[in-house]
Each structure stands twice: as C-alpha cells, then as structure tokens.
Nanobody
C-alpha cells in the first residue's frame, strides 16, 4: 500500500503562485510514476502533470504548459507541483496519484492505483 498526502493548497489572486506537495509513504513509493490531477465542481477529474519514476521525464496538460512545473525529491518521497501565473480556471481540488509497478506516467485517471485526499486551490479574479 502507498499513502499520499497533499498539502500547499489555498486561496491566491490571479497571477499568483502556489506550490503543492505530495508526501508518499509505504512500500517502494519512491519508485512509482506520479501524476497530478484536478477536479473542478461539476467536471470530471482531469490530468494536469506527471513525472517519471526517476524524474527524468515530465508531462503537462496543454492548459498548464509553461506555467506549472512538476518535480520530485526521491530522498524525501515527495513530489511537488509549482504553479505560477495562476488563473481563475485553475480553481479545483488537486490530487496526486501514484501508479503501481514499473510503469511510465500516463494521463489516464484509471491507470493510477493510489490517490491522495486532495487539496483545494482557489484562484480569485
């Protein structure tokens, strides 16, 4: 089992920044590909970003490309999502997720086995 705990959400004005953290614990949690997803009220959960097991490859949704940066610190078993130039449409609950096994990251929600509880990000205009 892998446990994921997100933190760092909050209320920020448009154009501001936040850094989300996802602390992982459990068996071989540092070896998993990790993803960030978000879900706004009334909408489906959508892919935001992902990072490979070793951290050499990163992936972003078109809507956040150039504004968000994903990274990981394997020694701390933590994945980060630096969010800059935030927009009101970025408002959502943000979730981190881990794929089990030795797989590459994916944008598909159902291919992640472990999920955190989510952290709210609200961007005011």
């Amino acid at each position: 089992q892998v446990q994921l705990v997100e933190s760092g959400g909050g209320l920020v004005q448009a154009g501001g920044s936040l850094r989300l953290s996802c602390a992982a614990s459990g068996r071989t949690s540092s070896s998993y590909a990790m993803g960030w997803f978000r879900q706004a009220p009334g909408k489906e959960r959508e892919f935001v970003s992902a990072i490979s097991r070793i951290g050499g490859s990163t992936y972003y949704a078109d809507s956040v490309q150039g504004r968000f940066t994903v990274s990981r610190d394997s020694a701390k078993n933590t994945v980060y999502l630096q969010m800059n130039s935030l927009k009101p449409e970025d408002t959502a609950v943000y979730y981190c997720a881990a794929r089990s096994g030795l797989y590459n990251p994916t944008f598909r929600v159902h291919e992640y086995a472990y999920w955190g509880q989510g952290t709210q990000v609200t961007v005011s205009s």
